[in-house]
């Protein structure tokens, strides 16, 4: 077994997916450093700070400062925002914040972390996007700046794939976090219509994602990079499972 040291940066950290990847990494010798301008739930598994990803000029400021003090060989771009709005209604300054938290703040982080890497010879970053790019109603900016990330994880790759660095895509569907089950409360006609369209049967939790996360931070997945995987028991396939 490598005895090499993992440190790696997760966005979104505090709670939901991020906060679970966190757990799981760090049991598996991870040293985790978080983002989230949020409090976390319970101890958090490694150092969190608290910053606000729409604000660029603090994220920037903050990445800069955590670059000069741990050496990087690890990050999971997992923050995210949730607006909804017809195409007919989307505000064009709700359009900024979605490219800012999801896309603008997953370049920031490869900006600032990428250098470390490349010093090393050995990298793995993991963005999370969503199946929501293959599109959704009232998901405008949304679906536009996750698949963003997928386009971006292919970019990367040839950047920094030749220096041992791996960029992959996790692409979930629906995963039964607190702020999914604020929106689709149990029992709900929403959330069993959900339901109807996973062939698996049921709605995905945190450790699904955190499974796959896992998998694409090995040393081993040397081999895997610009790739996306759909982790969404099957509701990308476009229906209902038939029996």
Known sequence: MSERERITLITGAARGIGRTC???????????????????????????????????????????????????????????????????EYPLDVLDEDIQVIMTAAIQCVKALAPLMKAEGFGR????????????????????????????????????????????????????TE????????????????????????IGRPNDIANAVEFFMREESEWITGQTLFVDGGSSIGGSAVF
Not at 140 to 156: E, N
Not at 194 to 201: E, M
Request: some cysteine.
């Open 22 to 88: 966190a757990e799981r990494l760090a049991s598996n010798g991870h040293t985790i450093v978080g983002l989230d301008q949020r409090e976390p739930t319970g101890q958090f598994p490694g150092d969190l700070y608290h910053v606000d990803l729409n604000d660029r000029t603090a994220t920037e400021a903050l990445l800069s400062k955590l670059a000069g003090r741990y050496a990087f060989n690890g990050l999971l771009n997992n923050a995210g925002i949730a607006n909804h709005h017809a195409i007919e």
């Open 179 to 202: 702020f999914f089950q604020s929106r689709n409360p149990p029992g709900s006609a929403q959330r069993k219509s959900k339901l109807t369209k996973i062939p698996a049967g049921r």
């Open 125 to 176: 970053i993991v963005s999370i996007s969503s199946e929501l790019v293959l599109g959704h109603v009232g998901r405008t900016g949304y679906a536009a700046t996750k698949a963003a990330l997928i386009s971006l994880a292919r970019t990367w790759s040839l950047e920094l794939t030749p220096h041992g660095v791996t960029v992959n895509c996790i692409a979930p569907g629906p995963i039964d």
